[in-house]
T-cell receptor, first 114, second 116 residues
Framework: NAGVTQTPKFRILKIGQSMTLQCTQD?????MYWYRQDPGMGLKLIYY???????DKGEVPNGYNVSRSTTEDFPLRLELAAPSQTSVYFC?????????????FGDGTRLSIL | AQSVTQPDIHITVSEGASLELRCNYS??????LFWYVQSPGQGLQLLLK??????LVQGIKGFEAEFKRSQSSFNLRKPSVHWSDAAEYFC??????????????FGRGTQLTVWP
């Protein structure tokens, strides 16, 4: 049972490059989330999705895009990488309504923009 | 609006001493509450959670936390700290209704250092 899988684990980008952070879950969870973690700031929500085809902005969406074409996958896209996007990115999933189970987190993607 | 405050950025304790990490939250109803731990370069590990019922919850690694509605607090405790407990600890509030359902709101974290 893999849970939430994020790829890649590490990546270095140059300013202006683009890339997609992959996230997939095998628990058939409806809800999925992308967070970023910066030192001393905790985790901030970037985007979330409550089901295939439905996405919405979180607290810090600028500079990112997402899509949710399947229940399993929730990729995060950086179109024009900027140094301010250097961070650790976590994907999470949640079963949804009436569930008292916590979110399941991936192991994170450590991204540096130089 | 939902928010979480962890007043202590950094705490240092001696091995074997007791520990209490503070967490205060703001939420419009009875929240779901969580404590996570993160070791350097690692992901988040869930220590314990509160959804309802008994306000004293037990978690992994000998940790416990108490939900106090009157104080909007969910402090984490451990009676005797081990050197391996050195890590960063995050308190989080989970949305349990409407548009906040499933969302987590994190505090800024408390870094724990353990002296031998």
């Amino acid at each position: 049972n893999a849970g939430v899988t994020q790829t890649p684990k590490f990546r270095i980008l140059k300013i202006g490059q683009s890339m997609t952070l992959q996230c997939t879950q095998d628990m058939n969870h409806n809800y999925m989330y992308w967070y970023r973690q910066d030192p001393g700031m905790g985790l901030k929500l970037i985007y979330y999705s409550v089901g295939a085809g439905i996405t919405d902005k979180g607290e810090v969406p600028n500079g990112y895009n997402v899509s949710r074409s399947t229940t399993e996958d929730f990729p995060l896209r950086l179109e024009l990488a900027a140094p301010s996007q250097t961070s650790v990115y976590f994907c999470a999933s949640y079963r949804g309504e009436y569930s008292n189970q916590p979110q399941h987190f991936g192991d994170g993607t450590r991204l540096s923009i130089l | 609006a939902q928010s979480v405050t962890q007043p202590d950025i950094h705490i240092t304790v001696s091995e074997g001493a007791s520990l209490e990490l503070r967490c205060n939250y703001s939420y419009g109803a009875t929240p779901y509450l969580f404590w996570y731990v993160q070791s350097p370069g690692q992901g988040l590990q869930l220590l314990l959670k509160y959804f309802s019922g008994d306000t004293l919850v037990q978690g992994i690694k000998g940790f416990e936390a108490e939900f106090k509605r009157s104080q909007s607090s969910f402090n984490l405790r451990k009676p005797s700290v081990h050197w391996s407990d050195a890590a960063e600890y995050f308190c989080a509030v989970g949305g349990n209704r409407g548009s906040t359902l499933g969302r987590l709101y994190f505090g800024r974290g408390t870094q724990l250092t353990v002296w031998p």
